[in-house]
């Protein structure tokens, strides 16, 4: 059931045609708040988009990653490419730290706040 809902929202996240210039919004029906399902949704976007080549595998420069500490805390197994399960688990995490509620979505003002604090490591 819920493997249903990720697949479907990854589903319409990726065939949404990539408006040029515009950032996947999180909030993908506008409510207000962001659902794991959204979030994955997005999180799998992202994912295409950074892996150029395709390869499974992003490079630092694929990434775009500009904190060095904070790379190396995402390549958990330190071979110095990221593997989608490491990317996803990077972006999972910092869902669960910015559902500062636990209700499991987060709302506008999480999100935003988030956002606002930077990761600091
Ligand atoms: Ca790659
Ligand atoms: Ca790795
Ligand atoms: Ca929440």
Do not use: C, Y
């Not at 395709?54 to 190396?72: C, H, I, V």
């Not at 399960?85 to 935003?112: H, M, Q």
């Amino acid at each position: 059931m819920r493997r249903t809902l990720v697949m479907a929202a990854a589903g319409l996240v990726l065939a949404a045609p990539a408006a040029a210039g515009q950032k996947h919004d999180l909030d993908a029906d506008k409510n207000g708040q962001i659902t794991r399902a959204e979030f994955d949704g997005h999180v799998a976007a992202q994912w295409a988009d950074k892996d150029k080549n395709g390869d499974g595998q992003l490079t630092r420069d694929e990434a775009g990653a500009k904190d060095a500490a904070d790379w190396t805390a995402a390549d958990t197994d330190g071979n110095g490419t990221l593997s989608q399960a490491e990317f996803t688990a990077k972006k999972s995490a910092w869902f669960t730290r910015a559902d500062t509620d636990g209700n499991g979505t987060l709302s506008t003002a999480e999100a935003t706040a988030a956002k606002a604090a930077k990761p600091r490591r």
